[in-house]
């Protein structure tokens, strides 16, 4: 260790009482710039959560050679298909992992579907079916 590195150590021995208790104690906030201010905001902004209606969750491993797949189903009319590709395509993001689009059904492979429920519902889903 060199010598200039010993001229600045900071006394962590807490005051000569138990060592343990307060290291920090005979610190000084002397010469240290401000932190940020707190900044609180006008408005609340809460998470604006629409109900895009109601898909159900099922496994299936039927025809898959015993691997588990998840598939959501039953989307609404109105969700076109395009938004059920790219529902897909964050899912598969969001669970790192394969799936696909059938129809109107996504598959998901793994049996992961409490993380598809919870992506669901923060999207504006009312899930039914299969829970963690």
């Known amino acids: 260790m060199?010598?200039?590195?010993?001229?600045?150590?900071?006394?962590?021995?807490?005051?000569?009482?138990?060592?343990?208790?307060?290291p920090f104690a005979s610190l000084s906030l002397e010469g240290l710039p401000e932190g940020p201010k707190e900044v609180i905001p006008d408005r609340v902004e809460e998470k604006v959560n629409s109900k895009k209606g109601r898909v159900v969750l099922r496994r299936e491993t039927a025809e898959r050679g015993g691997k588990?797949?998840?598939?959501?189903?039953?989307?609404?009319?109105?969700?076109?298909?395009?938004?059920?590709?790219?529902?897909?395509?964050?899912?598969?993001?969001?669970c790192g992992c394969g799936g696909t689009v059938k129809g109107r059904e996504i598959e998901i492979q793994g049996d992961q579907p409490g993380k598809i429920c919870q992506f669901l519902e923060e999207c504006g889903f009312r899930v039914v079916g299969v829970r963690g």
């Open 2 to 22: 060199s010598k200039r590195g010993q001229d600045f150590k900071i006394d962590t021995s807490g005051g000569g009482g138990a060592p343990l208790l307060n």
């Open 68 to 94: 588990v797949v998840v598939v959501v189903s039953g989307f609404e009319v109105q969700i076109g298909d395009e938004e059920i590709s790219e529902l897909a395509r964050q899912l598969r993001k969001s």
